[in-house]
């Protein structure tokens, strides 16, 4: 008898009822499960053994483990706890003894999805490993439990994102004739002080139009930590057409075209006027005059000629880390405009890089690669 006929009994509230019922669901729901589980692998066996009571002898379409016999006598069945959307149900496996050896097993466990490690449904892991990309663990742990009843540890949560990092991991990536963009960004992870560098590359390109505002099309590449040596093997073996990239490694050789964010040049040109000694309101006619060329040049030889005239200002006043940062992006500043390729900035991949790092920084320090897993299939996840 369930509770919720009591309350219905001496006062009845449609929101109890269904508190009531939502809470009671793996008692009210746990019978059609069992039953469909049990009538399921019942129809089985009849194929495989015949009907009850039934003399005639047939060879089952399953084999003795053990023996390779395949003449069986029905052996009652077993209990089995599983977790799932709507709580812990107890199931039955039917059992079979073969008739040559004696052993005792379940033959359709593995079939049905209830084999030794299948103890909890994938569809419940799944749901507390999506909520696990956005927010901690252990929060994620309790928003699931308050909508589902029920719950996974967080190790379970750990290990499937583990599993699923290894699958993104192994399939094929290919951007052949793409534009590529790269960007990275530091998280609090591992053993140094500032942290690990997260590195992401997507393919962009613009999309159709919605509501008057131009859409983009974006892919996922990888998403990784490493060494410049890794980044750039990665980036190599991409194939692409082009690379626009923030300046933080020197890339070049990872595809004919290579393309430095236009966004990223003038606020890294602030950063070195200050290492050259300038207060915040000298750097501003430099950096200005450095967007203009950028941004606002009729055509790319004007750009180039702009371009050269900040460096020429900069040599000129003795400001050798800033003139030395803008001529070594010198031959990565028009390759966009030239070729006619879309976005000069990285920012089609900015806005993940934002997410990225409001994942990743909830005040602990990660291991490398429990927040390389994690962030991988958060972001593959965002684009598929
Ligand atoms: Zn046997």
Not at 116 to 125: T, V
Not at 232 to 247: F, P, R, T, Y
Not at 343 to 359: C, D
Request: hydrophobic share 35%.
């Amino acid at each position: 008898m369930l509770s919720y006929q009591k309350i219905s009994e001496s006062f009845f509230n449609v929101n109890d009822l269904s508190e009531e019922i939502h809470h009671n669901r793996d008692l009210i729901l746990g019978d059609i499960f069992r039953e469909a589980v049990l009538s399921h692998q019942e129809t089985l066996l009849n194929q495989d053994l015949g009907g009850r009571y039934q003399r005639k002898q047939i060879e089952a379409g399953f084999a003795c483990p053990v023996c390779n016999c395949r003449s069986f006598t029905r052996k009652g069945k077993r209990q089995r706890v599983y977790k799932c959307v709507f709580g812990k149900i107890t199931v039955f496996l039917l059992q079979v003894k073969c008739s040559s050896c004696g052993h005792r097993f379940c033959p359709y466990k593995d079939s049905i999805g209830l084999s030794y490690i299948d103890r909890i449904s994938q569809g419940l892991i799944a749901r507390q490993m999506d909520l696990t990309c956005h927010i901690p663990y252990a929060k994620a742990q309790n928003f699931i439990r308050l909508c589902l009843d029920t719950a996974v540890s967080p190790v379970t949560v750990r290990k499937a994102v583990d599993r699923k990092a290894d699958q993104i991991r192994s399939r094929p990536v290919t951007a052949k004739d793409r534009v590529v963009y790269e960007d990275s960004t530091k998280v609090k992870a591992g053993d140094k002080d500032r942290g690990e560098s997260i590195h992401l590359a997507i393919t962009a390109k613009p999309g159709y139009t919605l509501n008057g505002r131009p859409r983009m099309w974006k892919r996922f590449l990888f998403l990784k930590t490493g060494n410049a040596d890794v980044i750039k093997e990665s980036l190599k073996s991409l194939n692409a057409k082009a690379i626009v990239h923030d300046g933080d490694m020197d890339l070049t050789g990872c595809a004919p075209l290579i393309q430095r964010c236009l966004w990223h040049l003038p606020r890294q040109l602030k950063h070195f006027l200050w290492m050259d000694g300038l207060d915040f309101e000298a750097r501003k006619p430099y950096v200005k005059e450095l967007i203009e060329a950028l941004h606002h040049s009729s055509s790319v030889q004007t750009m180039k000629q702009g371009y050269n005239k900040v460096i020429g200002m900069l040599t000129g006043n003795n400001l050798d880390h800033s003139a030395v940062h803008l001529k070594n992006a010198f031959n990565e500043v028009t390759i966009v405009r030239q070729n006619k390729l879309p976005y000069p900035t990285t920012s089609p991949v900015e806005r993940e890089m934002r997410e990225i790092n409001r994942r990743a920084d909830v005040g602990v320090r990660w291991s490398v690669k429990g927040i390389e897993n994690l962030l991988l299939v958060k972001t593959y996840n965002k684009f598929t």
